[in-house]
Nanobody, 120 residues
């Protein structure tokens, strides 16, 4: 069992560059995928970014070139660096830990979610 706790959140101005950490209660070194999802009002939850334990990253098209995900296995923490924020990035952001491998990933563990609201 892994508990995930996101930090930060709140109101940010468009163009801002906050960094969001997510701390895990257990070692993440063997967890295949650490990532961030988001859910905007009236929309489905979507994958924003993820990073495997091999360092492979994947990003939603809408955030490519603006967001960067990284993980520190020694600190059991994953980070989401959000640059050039847009109003459309407003959503509840969820940290996630996924188990499995390259062929099959189950997004099993979730954080409680943190609201990020971007003002113009």
């Amino acid at each position: 069992q892994v508990q995930l706790v996101e930090a930060g959140g709140g109101l940010v101005q468009a163009g801002g560059s906050p960094r969001r950490p997510c701390a895990a209660s257990a070692s993440i070194s063997r967890i295949y995928s650490m990532g961030w999802f988001r859910q905007a009002p009236g929309k489905q939850r979507e994958l924003v970014a993820r990073i495997t334990n091999g360092g492979t990253t994947n990003y939603a098209d809408s955030v490519k070139g603006r967001f960067t995900i990284s993980r520190d296995n020694d600190k059991n923490t994953v980070y989401l660096q959000m640059n050039s924020l847009k109003v459309e990035d407003t959503a509840v952001y969820y940290c996630n830990a996924g188990v499995g491998n390259r062929d099959s990933v189950r997004y099993v563990y979730w954080g409680q979610g943190t609201q990020v609201s971007v003002s113009s």
